[in-house]
């Protein structure tokens, strides 16, 4: 089985093939194609892959290329790990956004809106690509901002993409871990929303919700990351736990404050960080595996810090520090590829999941994966606040598809001015201006 990865020199690639070399399993991956638009970084995630594979037996074999057809020709499944303009362009994003005094982060807000505008061009003519060379193939997309890049891809590919993302599967675990559930598989998560965008309403162990019992002990609820970040009178008067991407909104003057207040912006540590780890991967010396894992392990201690800093929640807790997204991604194609049935949290078409949005819209809700895909389980309606909120955000998604086709400025400034978290058209305005000097890959919008 053909497994194309884009982005292949992507920094969180080994994660991915790191869980793949533990399979075993009739049916499972023997060939990987990286591909990216850079040949040096291609390169670097080569070698650490070589040396994770080394002494494994039947290690899936892998291949480089910049050849986009010949990456995607006869792919069973294609990972799509991109990210248009590099970590460059998140800091600028970021930069951009603070300099109006507005939220910069990179799915969220004005950063998020300026991030999906320069991917969902690029998205599209992959999803068109796709179609063309590997129409039986399943389309993973890991790609930010995953659910509008997802409904983008989606209208071309229709349910043959699904977008992942493991902030929901790591607040499930921490959720399960804190109410002492053995087995947190064992557990239904009932949780709805759109990407980074969501709330947990229940945690069903045997068919006893035990969310209550949580939200009903303030110290067993502040013990936990979202009880810290969010604080426990919070959360109560929720009667839910939000995805830690809510404080954002809930929090957006503290959150602000703090982006503004750091050293550097995530964007900009992580381009730094990340360019540090292929400047070293020039040297034929370097000890390639040892050197990313080094560096993987500083990135993920200082996931959301500006977060924590504001809400005085402290280190991250270090059972939080194992990501997951690449285990989301294998348990999904194991699934399909094996028809395995299970059950994910998944970015998906509504399909009249959730009454307030439109068949097409693409959400992040449970869902029971077969060969056939990914199926949403029905939800009950969110309450007013939470569907304002989703409805709002789904409006800003649906203005950003429309100025990435039309390339029309006056449907971006919209989509900027519409968003809850940018305060004024002025503002909006503005920050169109900045991006698009900012970055070249804008340059369609007239």
């Not at 557990?187 to 035990?210: P, Q, T």
């Amino acid at each position: 089985m053909k497994l194309t990865i884009l982005g292949g020199g992507g920094f969180r690639v080994p994660l991915v093939y790191g869980a793949l070399l533990g399979d075993r399993a009739e049916g499972r991956v023997t060939d990987v194609v990286l591909h990216d638009l850079d040949a040096g970084r291609l390169s670097a995630v080569a070698r650490v892959l070589a040396e994770q594979a080394a002494g494994v037996p039947g290690a899936p074999a892998v291949t480089a290329t910049t050849d986009l057809d010949e990456a995607l020709r006869g792919a069973d499944f294609v990972f799509s790990a991109i990210r248009v303009g590099g970590l460059e362009g998140r800091a600028a994003d970021e930069r951009v956004a603070l300099d109006q005094g507005v939220l910069g982060q990179e799915t969220v807000g004005a950063g998020g809106i300026a991030y999906g505008l320069r991917t969902v061009p690029v998205a599209v003519d992959i999803a068109r690509r796709v179609a063309r060379l590997a129409p039986d193939a399943w389309v993973i997309n890991f790609t930010n901002p995953a659910g509008l890049v997802t409904e983008a891809m989606s209208r071309h590919l229709g349910n043959r993409v699904i977008g992942i993302c493991d902030s929901p599967v790591g607040l499930g675990r921490r959720i399960a871990r804190v109410l002492g559930v053995a087995n947190p598989r064992e557990a239904w998560i009932d949780y709805v929303g759109l990407n980074h965008l969501g709330w947990v309403r229940g945690l069903r162990v045997a068919g006893r919700d035990e969310l209550p019992r949580l939200l009903a002990d303030p110290d067993l609820l502040g013990s936990f990351e979202e009880g810290k970040l969010f604080g426990t009178e919070w959360l109560r008067s929720l009667g839910a736990i939000p995805n830690e991407y809510l404080h954002y909104y809930y929090f957006n003057r503290e959150a602000v404050r703090a982006y503004q207040d750091a050293e550097k912006t995530r964007g900009a540590f992580l381009r730094d960080q990340q360019a540090g780890f292929y400047e070293a991967m020039k040297r034929p010396d370097a000890e390639a595996l040892k050197t990313w894992d080094s560096t993987r392990a500083e990135r993920e201690a200082t996931y959301m810090s500006e977060n924590r800093d504001a809400a005085g929640a402290g280190e991250r807790d270090a059972d939080d520090l194992s990501g997951g997204y690449e285990k989301v991604a294998l348990a999904l194609m194991r699934a399909i590829a094996r028809d395995e049935r299970t059950t994910l949290i998944l970015n998906v078409r509504n399909q009249g999941t959730l009454s307030a949005l439109d068949t097409d819209a693409v959400i992040e809700v449970p869902c029971l994966v077969d060969a056939n895909g990914a199926h949403p389980v029905a939800v009950d309606p969110l309450p007013d606040h939470a569907t304002g909120l989703v409805c709002a955000v789904k409006a800003v998604e649906r203005e950003v598809l429309v100025a990435a086709e039309s390339g029309s400025r006056t449907t971006a400034v919209k989509a900027f001015a519409l968003h809850p978290l940018v305060d004024s058209v002025n503002v909006a305005r503005r920050l169109v201006e900045g991006y698009t000097a900012a970055h070249p890959g804008l340059a369609y919008l007239k």
